[in-house]
């Protein structure tokens, strides 16, 4: 049979997971991958090795596929331009992708659409900085380069102008942003197909710990049906503003007074999405992988009550097999994925899912094995 | 991390679909295939090509693997035993796998153990099939080469003498059992680890058309829960007293007086354990990898009041991607596993899961969709 094939630019766990998804829908998967033991390489067919951000060796990899896509959005737009003019479908296209490789970009675009942000503006300088402080209620500001920044990376909290400087030093634009007193994180996951088919996932809550994705509820408890419409809505309309294709995470400020800012896009498979692998009727992988193939959507609803996930990062086992098998002994529901990836502290090594009716029962079991994975608790 | 490298001898569907369960529990597969093309060769990174007859291809195959398990039932008895003597552990081993190998073997083991069965024997010549018959209530008589059958192969309806020569032209012996006068075909599916944990999944309705295995209902519509229990724990003395380690299917006739007689024994994933890869909390795939590596086993148990499996054998398309992309529009919930296989009339090229509260309306989802993909339907 002749289905089609789905080149994948990167190696990391998303490319991991999709290739997971991809195998019972009979697509045939390629990689471009930095090494083979990145953890995508060790589990697929099809490996070229190789560097994306070199036009040939992508160029030479997009040969024999049917359409592009990424684990990552680091590839430089002026590449994904050029496989567009060779005739090569790139899914999404590089004039959605800036918006989620550059901050600036993004807050532009959104500004001009109306959807609700933080303040925020482009600053020149430290003394900038104190200007945009003073144009609103002050210090503390948050900056962000407009480009590399991720899990917390790329992102300062200044209380002072003279904290403002470092943000500076790497000569990339630098974006402030209002601190936003939210009262949580939530995330609106939506995939879109070229010819326009979306689908919205439920909204979910998403916790942080040192600026990196600790725990996902789904659907966000408390979450009120007005308030998780609105935040499905604005991200769909993101998605059809900005023409994504394939999966999109908004990252959202819930505040107090019942609104929702946009934080973050990002233009791929999303760790706020990976409950859905045991959550949801479809997957954001095996979707993902329907949108950038234009294949009709699967269903994106809940199959369970409450579905919680935790990630499970690198902590005090460089071999966590004795870890899991406790965790998998004491909890047979329990759904670990792990990303073949050798453990360095506070590294994303996996995740595990729970799902079921009662959320503390439900939420209890998944920080129970990810805090036993981590060697964070011993029992 | 050093995650232990599981050996799959084989690259069929089956070997495939342990794949795609084995990547999230972050194990290494190392894949014995004839061809590059096979199903699973097709998904997996470390693929030797070689001949699982020959010992010496065997060998160098299983050196760097933690433990031998298999797509099929077909490698040699005695070359598990040299791979065991070698220090490998296969799983299921050699002592267990010789009954489902040779049903001469099966069948008179389990009459030792008292299991019922069809009344059987092996017979010498058609004459002699003549005196088996006239010992019960004559013909018609089932007989069945011991070695090489599958999928209704191997497997002779003969109603007088003269029809029962083919059997024994093969040379191989011929096995005599009556033709029971079933109400339906069940299967009792059970996973077994070495340490001797067991669980066992719902009785499953199976319907064999020509043989071959086309729809499974999970759990068996109206079967009373004594006879259930009865055939779950058939199938978890039978895996206990011959040493199976990883699945075993215990295939089941159901008779007009509610009893259950086993029909035949498959020690690897089944056909009729495929609705567990969307119906059940862990699949048939994660458990059998679960149980060959001595890992706690997974919960068992259905995750929809109803799941539905219908083969997708090929039809009159040879390349199904249109029906497929149909399929995909109709039902969002449908859940299409394809196994990347070119499309001969008959052959299993896939199967598709429906799962949901009313069984008239996810059995229609699934025939439907098996019916298109094979083209004997076209809306």
Not at 12 to 40: C, N, V, W, Y
Not at 86 to 114: S, T, W, Y
Not at 261 to 267: K, Y
Request: aromatic share 6%; net charge negative; with cysteine.
């Amino acid at each position: 049979m002749t289905f089609p094939v789905v080149g994948m630019v990167g190696g990391g766990q998303l490319a991991r997971m999709t290739h997971e998804a991809g195998i019972p829908l009979g697509i045939r998967f390629k990689l471009l991958s930095d090494t083979p033991q990145d953890s995508a390489a060790q589990v697929v067919s099809d490996v070229v090795i190789g560097d994306y951000r070199d036009l040939a060796t992508l160029r030479a990899f997009a040969r024999g596929c049917d359409v592009i896509t990424f684990d990552h959005e680091h590839v430089p737009v002026e590449h994904l331009r050029a496989l567009e003019a060779d005739g090569i479908p790139v899914r999404p296209g590089p004039a959605a992708l800036v918006h989620a490789q550059d901050k600036g970009v993004m807050r532009a675009r959104l500004g001009e659409l109306g959807v609700p942000c933080p303040r925020n503006r482009i600053v020149a300088d430290p003394a900038d900085v104190t200007a945009f402080a003073a144009e609103g209620d002050g210090y503390p500001v948050i900056l962000k380069t407009v480009r590399g920044g991720y899990d917390g990376k790329g992102v300062w909290v200044v209380r002072t102008e003279a904290e403002a400087a470092p943000p500076f030093a790497a000569g990339v634009p630098v974006l402030a942003e209002e601190k936003v007193d939210f009262v949580r994180e939530l995330a609106a996951n939506v995939v879109r197909s070229p010819h326009g088919q979306a689908v919205a996932y439920p909204v979910v809550e998403s916790t942080q710990v040192d600026g990196v994705c600790d725990t996902v509820v789904a659907p966000a408890p408390g979450l009120g049906e007005t308030l998780a419409g609105e935040a499905q809505r604005l991200a769909l309309r993101i998605a059809a503003e900005l023409g994504v294709v394939g999966h999109l995470a908004v990252e959202l400020f819930e505040t107090a007074d019942g609104r929702v800012l946009v934080n973050e896009l990002a233009m791929r498979p999303h760790n706020s999405g990976h409950w859905t692998q045991d959550g949801a009727v479809t997957s954001q992988f095996a979707n993902h992988v329907r949108a950038v193939l234009d294949l009709p959507l699967g269903d994106p609803r809940p199959r369970a009550r409450w579905t919680v996930m935790c990630n499970v990062l690198g902590g005090d086992y460089p071999d966590m097999y004795q870890a899991y098998l406790h965790c998998m002994a004491r909890d047979p529901q329990l759904k670990i994925h792990m990303y073949g990836k050798d453990v360095k502290p506070g590294r994303k090594v996996g995740h595990v899912n729970t799902y079921g009716d009662d959320l503390a029962e439900v939420t209890e079991r998944a920080r129970h094995a990810a805090d036993y994975l981590r060697g964070t608790i011993t029992e």
